[in-house]
């Protein structure tokens, strides 16, 4: 006969080999609904992706997120003030077109630009961050390191944060991990039905490119846009 503490361990690893076993079965079991994007959402989120060059060059220093089809781009205020040269934009990094400042919003970190890259486009649809879920996955296109283009996918690691930023003290800021790199600030980010949660805007701490990042909400997106 078994010890007690033998026939304990026997109670205890039961349950994990049964999970184990039905995991390796090779059955189909979906993702859990924040984990599972809409291709055609994040599909309309890649179409409305620019980047942001300083004009005449090829490198991209930024991202821009195409709202209507009259070629308007939101991004981010620090990407202009950054660069004292005119900038453009780009959609497949061969077609320029230049950018001309609307509106700006020095406490937001958000400015509203005119350019030539017009086509239509869905309605954009906005999901309040405060419905917003720890851990849940989020999306975005974005010019990491100048990387046109590329696909970030990232996560929730906060719903809302004030004071990351001590020169915009009033700014509320969700947190984000995975996301946030040189060149993806003005990134749109989405979440799997390809909702809008809010835009790039920094990395955080003394590591570039760590992952850390922080996004303007789109309430706060939403308030800019209707003034």
Known sequence: MKPPISRLLDLLLLPCIFLFLTYCSGEDRPLPPHLHPDE???QAALDRFV???RKGSKQAVGSGLLLNSSGQILSCLHIVKMHSVPLAASRN???????RVIKRAPKRDLVLFASDLKRELPPLGFRSSDSLVVGESVYAFGAPWGL???YLQGYIAHQGRNGIDQKLPGLRLIQT???SYPGTSG???YDAQGRLIGLNRATYGFVVGNGIGFAVPSST???????
């Open 148 to 150: 046109s283009r590329s």
């Open 93 to 99: 990094a061969r077609d320029f077109s230049d950018l």
């Open 40 to 42: 055609k959402a994040l």
């Open 221 to 227: 997106l939403q308030a800019f846009l209707d003034q």
């Open 177 to 179: 991990m995975g996301l």
């Open 51 to 53: 980047a942001i060059y």
């Open 187 to 189: 990134a749109g980010i």
